[in-house]
């Protein structure tokens, strides 16, 4: 049989269009993300699939670097990004987390 995991928490800073820390908490099951053009939803799914392993060529980008904000002047193009997943069911948890630095490279 096997176990089901959910998304407990997503924070992020500096990815895509999240400059600034950003912390998302999902005490009930996500089914669906929705909102206007423009407001990350895209984003946010991205920010999923990097952590647990895709490649940016998976996630709309050629590059690493097309995944950081480069938005403002004053700030180094950098990411950082954490998930934490839970199995209710079997008691378990865990974090998984993700970096990027503005030449591309990452760490995880």
Known sequence: MSETWRLDRLVLQGFKSFAD???LDFPDPVTGIIGPNGSGKSNLVEAIR???????????????????????????????????????????????????????????
């Open 21 to 23: 820390r950003t912390l």
């Open 50 to 108: 990097f952590v647990t392993g895709s490649r940016a060529q998976d996630l709309r980008g050629e590059e690493l670097k097309a995944l950081l904000f480069h938005g403002a002047k004053t700030r180094p193009p950098r990411a950082w990004l954490r998930c934490a997943w839970s199995s209710p069911g079997a008691g378990s948890a865990w974090w998984w987390s993700g970096a990027l630095r503005g030449t591309g490279a990452s760490s995880g």
